[in-house]
């Protein structure tokens, strides 16, 4: 992170209204994220959940997942729509 980011980070922080514990809490953080740099530790491996084969989810959660698409959906298009949006 370079200079102006971190005066950027440190502009925010003292905007925000922290009382002594949230600024403590913050530092022991940030001094055992600096410990663990230090030592050469490693971000854990991010463990997805195994889910049995024979899981079958509610309706709600596939509406959830899945949404309902018509029949003239043109998918490929609303990816690149998407993306369009996020690479702005």
């Known amino acids: ?27 022991s953080h940030l001094m055992e994220a600096a410990e663990n740099i230090e030592k050469g530790d490693q971000k854990k491996e991010l463990v997805f959940p195994k889910i049995p084969k024979d899981y079958v989810p509610s309706e709600k959660v596939m509406a ?9 959906a043109d998918l490929e298009k609303e990816i690149e729509e998407r993306w369009a949006r996020w690479n702005k």
């Open 1 to 27: 992170m370079n200079t102006a980011a971190l005066n950027n980070l440190w502009s925010y922080l003292q905007g925000l209204s922290l009382t002594a514990t949230n600024q403590r809490w913050l530092a």
């Open 64 to 72: 959830m997942a899945l949404g309902t698409l018509t029949d003239d």
